[in-house]
Structure formats: structure tokens, C-alpha cells
């Protein structure tokens, strides 16, 4: 009877950078401010997308949704950090952190579905431009953005079910800034393979498949742009591809490093390298948001332009 009360927490603690208290506010401004531009960024980008039919593209529809996700990502998490840094309340409810890890899970997997299919995006507008009208046309490009929402649900829907029923015997502290996946599987006193096998499975689906389509996607974009005889024309494919591919780089390289080898022990004497995890979680989990607007949007004249029209639109009275 003891071992059973013993398999259920009603909350957690989150220790955060507990271990550094002088940083503290230090990171609670740093973030605060981030927090602040990916609103205002991303907030800019969905009104522009939405209310300037210039924007009325795939691309910009992929960029929307990006903005959404990015927004939803933050808030799920970032709030209860920024509590937690400066009124040093720590704890978490147990469905608060259900929540918490069903969000953060659903987004990144949405975002990696979104990300190759903006690669795509970019195959057919450069290698098929003269078909791009009718391959990337709204009953298409749709579909695909509601799929990525759809599967990157349904995958965190698993992963979060099958973390939060496993028994926690006693120990509810969390070594992480959020719920995050992984930190909470390290507090089970049970066999946590299956949730080891689904999450291979998830790294295969969300992780590899996507970034196989990425990459085949720029093979075929260098060979055709490598054949282009203008100059001009190379500049402006160029210019029109870095910008994803700096984002592609910068979410891969932190989600890899986080989800590609799942870690279930935790072993002596990785004080260091666990708070260097934490960091990286972090990095991807406010700076990649805040960063997406500026490099794949807001540097786009387009965009701004849309942006300068919206604003300079009078009020009626």
C-alpha cells in the first residue's frame, strides 16, 4: 500500500538555474526581453501575412504558421520561467506539467514537418517556377500546413500520455527549466523502454524524414541554380534560401543535440554538462523563436513593406 501512494506526485519542482542564484536575474531579464520581441515579431509577422495580400502566398502562409507556432511554443513555457527566476516558486502542478510537455512536444514536431515542407517550398519555386502556380496552389499548400499541425499533435499526444503514467516513487524534482521530456523520464522508478522505442520512432519520423526532404530539396535547388546563366538570378535564389537554411541550422543543431540520443540515467558528476543542457533547451526554446521573425521574415522587403503600409494605415472614426 506504501509503494502505491508513493507512485503518484500531484506536483513538481523545477530547478532551473537554482544551482546559480547571481545569474538569476540576469536570465530572467534576458529573457523577459526576448519574450517581448517574439511577440512583437512574430505578432507583426501573422497581422502583415493576414491583412496584406501581397503576403498571400505558400511561402508567407508557411511563415504565418511558423510565427503561430513560435508564440504558442513560448507561452507554454516561458511565463512559468520567468515566475520561477524571480519569485523563486518552482513548483508545477502535475497537469500543469502535462500541459506543459504536451505543448513544447506538439510544437517542435509541427515545426519540423513545417520546416521541410518550406523546403519543398523553395524546390518547387526555383526548379519549377513556370508550375509553381498550380503544384503549390491553396488546396495544396493547406493540407500540408494542417497535416504538419495534425501529426505534430497526435506525436505529442503519445509521448506525453506515456510519460506522465509511469510511477514517480517519491523524487518529483526536475533538474530542467520546464517539464521537459526527457528530465521528467529520468524520475520514473519503472521500465521506461517503451517510451525509449516510440521516441526513436519520433525521432525517425519528425527529425530524419523531414531533414531528408531538406536536403534533397537544396541538392536539386544548387543544381538548378548553378545552371542559371544570370547572375542576378543566383543572388536572388541565394538570397531567398539562406535565410531558411540559417533557421534549419540553428533548430536541427539544438533539437539534435536535445532528442537524437535520449539519455535515462542519470550518472554521477555531470553537474556541468546537465546545466549546458539546460542552456541549449533554452537557447532553443526563446532565442530560435525570437530569431526566426528577424532572419526568414522581417529582413524580407516584402515584408516590411507590408509592415510600413499596415502602419501608416489611418484609423477610421
Same mark, same amino acid.
Given at each position: 500500500?506504501?509503494? +502505491?501512494?508513493?507512485?503518484?506526485?500531484?506536483?513538481?519542482?523545477?530547478?532551473?538555474?537554482?544551482?546559480?542564484?547571481? $545569474?538569476? %536575474?540576469? !536570465?530572467? =531579464?534576458?529573457?523577459? #526581453?526576448?519574450?517581448?520581441?517574439?511577440?512583437?515579431?512574430?505578432?507583426?509577422?501573422?497581422?502583415?501575412?493576414? $491583412?496584406?495580400?501581397?503576403?498571400?502566398?505558400?511561402?508567407?502562409?508557411?511563415?504565418?504558421?511558423?510565427?503561430?507556432?513560435?508564440?504558442?511554443?513560448?507561452?507554454?513555457? =516561458?511565463?512559468?520561467?520567468?515566475?520561477? /527566476? %524571480?519569485?523563486?516558486?518552482?513548483?508545477?502542478?502535475?497537469?500543469?506539467?502535462?500541459?506543459?510537455?504536451?505543448?513544447?512536444?506538439?510544437?517542435?514536431?509541427?515545426?519540423? $514537418?513545417?520546416?521541410?515542407?518550406?523546403?519543398?517550398?523553395?524546390?518547387?519555386?526555383?526548379?519549377?517556377?513556370?508550375?509553381?502556380? #498550380?503544384?503549390?496552389?491553396?488546396? =495544396?499548400?493547406?493540407?500540408?500546413?494542417?497535416?504538419?499541425?495534425?501529426?505534430?499533435?497526435?506525436?505529442?499526444?503519445?509521448?506525453?500520455?506515456?510519460?506522465?503514467?509511469?510511477?514517480?516513487?517519491?523524487?518529483?524534482?526536475?533538474?530542467?527549466?520546464?517539464?521537459?521530456?526527457?528530465?521528467?523520464?529520468?524520475?520514473?522508478?519503472?521500465?521506461?523502454? /517503451?517510451?525509449?522505442?516510440?521516441?526513436? +520512432?519520433?525521432?525517425?519520423?519528425?527529425?530524419?524524414?523531414?531533414?531528408?526532404?531538406?536536403?534533397?530539396?537544396?541538392?536539386?535547388?544548387?543544381?538548378?541554380?548553378?545552371?542559371?546563366?544570370?547572375?542576378?538570378?543566383?543572388?536572388?535564389?541565394?538570397?531567398?534560401?539562406?535565410?531558411?537554411?540559417?533557421? =534549419?541550422?540553428?533548430?536541427?543543431?539544438?533539437?539534435?543535440?536535445?532528442?537524437?540520443?535520449?539519455?535515462?540515467?542519470?550518472?554521477?558528476?555531470?553537474?556541468?554538462?546537465?546545466?549546458?543542457?539546460?542552456?541549449?533547451? /533554452?537557447?532553443?526554446? #526563446?532565442?530560435?523563436?525570437?530569431?526566426?521573425?528577424?532572419?526568414?521574415?522581417?529582413?524580407?522587403?516584402?515584408?516590411?513593406?507590408?509592415?510600413? !503600409?499596415?502602419?501608416?494605415?489611418?484609423?477610421?472614426?
Amino acid at each position: 500500500m506504501d509503494k +502505491i501512494n508513493q507512485t503518484f506526485a500531484s506536483e513538481f519542482i523545477l530547478l532551473g538555474l537554482s544551482g546559480y542564484p547571481k $545569474f538569476e %536575474i540576469i !536570465y530572467f =531579464v534576458l529573457i523577459l #526581453v526576448m519574450y517581448l520581441v517574439i511577440l512583437i515579431g512574430n505578432g507583426i509577422l501573422i497581422i502583415a501575412s493576414i $491583412f496584406d495580400s501581397r503576403l498571400h502566398t505558400p511561402m508567407y502562409f508557411f511563415l504565418g504558421n511558423l510565427s503561430v507556432l513560435d508564440i504558442c511554443y513560448t507561452s507554454s513555457s =516561458v511565463p512559468s520561467t520567468l515566475v520561477s /527566476l %524571480i519569485s523563486k516558486k518552482r513548483n508545477i502542478s502535475f497537469s500543469g506539467c502535462a500541459v506543459q510537455m504536451f505543448f513544447g512536444f506538439a510544437m517542435g514536431s509541427t515545426e519540423c $514537418f513545417l520546416l521541410g515542407m518550406m523546403a519543398f517550398d523553395r524546390y518547387v519555386a526555383i526548379c519549377n517556377p513556370l508550375r509553381y502556380p #498550380v503544384i503549390m496552389s491553396k488546396v =495544396v499548400y493547406v493540407p500540408m500546413a494542417s497535416v504538419s499541425w495534425l501529426s505534430g499533435g497526435i506525436n505529442s499526444i503519445v509521448q506525453t500520455s506515456l510519460a506522465m503514467r509511469l510511477p514517480f516513487c517519491g523524487n518529483n524534482v526536475i533538474n530542467h527549466f520546464t517539464c521537459e521530456i526527457l528530465a521528467v523520464l529520468k524520475l520514473a522508478c519503472a521500465d521506461i523502454s /517503451l517510451n525509449i522505442i516510440t521516441m526513436v +520512432i519520433s525521432n525517425m519520423t519528425f527529425l530524419v524524414l523531414p531533414l531528408l526532404v531538406i536536403f534533397f530539396s537544396y541538392m536539386f535547388i544548387l543544381y538548378t541554380i548553378l545552371r542559371m546563366n544570370s547572375a542576378t538570378g543566383r543572388r536572388k535564389a541565394f538570397s531567398t534560401c539562406s535565410a531558411h537554411l540559417t533557421v =534549419v541550422i540553428i533548430f536541427y543543431g539544438t533539437i539534435f543535440f536535445m532528442y537524437a540520443k535520449p539519455k535515462t540515467q542519470e550518472l554521477p558528476g555531470e553537474d556541468k554538462f546537465q546545466t549546458s543542457e539546460k542552456l541549449i533547451s /533554452l537557447f532553443y526554446g #526563446v532565442v530560435t523563436p525570437m530569431l526566426n521573425p528577424i532572419i526568414y521574415s522581417l529582413r524580407n522587403k516584402d515584408v516590411k513593406a507590408a509592415v510600413k !503600409y499596415l502602419l501608416n494605415q489611418k484609423p477610421i472614426r
